[in-house]
């Protein structure tokens, strides 16, 4: 008979606070970019807090850059 080995001998064991699944949120943002203005008005009010300014990159005859849903 083989002999058996505890291959995970020196790896300790992870503190049960990391194993725990954080609640997903119930709501989701959606952004039109297109019909955004760019004045970032709900950027503060998000609930999941996921709203951000668009790259200045993406649409450079913009004047004021929409904002998107990270």
Do not use: Q, W
Request: charged fraction near 25%; aromatic fraction near 6%; include cysteine.
């Amino acid at each position: 008979m083989p002999a058996v080995y505890d291959h995970h001998k020196g790896i300790p064991n992870v503190p049960k606070k990391y194993n725990l699944k954080k609640a997903r949120s119930k709501a989701i943002a959606v952004v039109d970019e297109d019909g955004c203005t760019g004045c970032e008005a709900c950027v503060p009010f998000c609930p999941v807090d996921c709203i951000e300014p668009v790259p200045l990159g993406r649409y450079p005859d913009a004047v004021i850059p929409p904002v998107s849903v990270r």
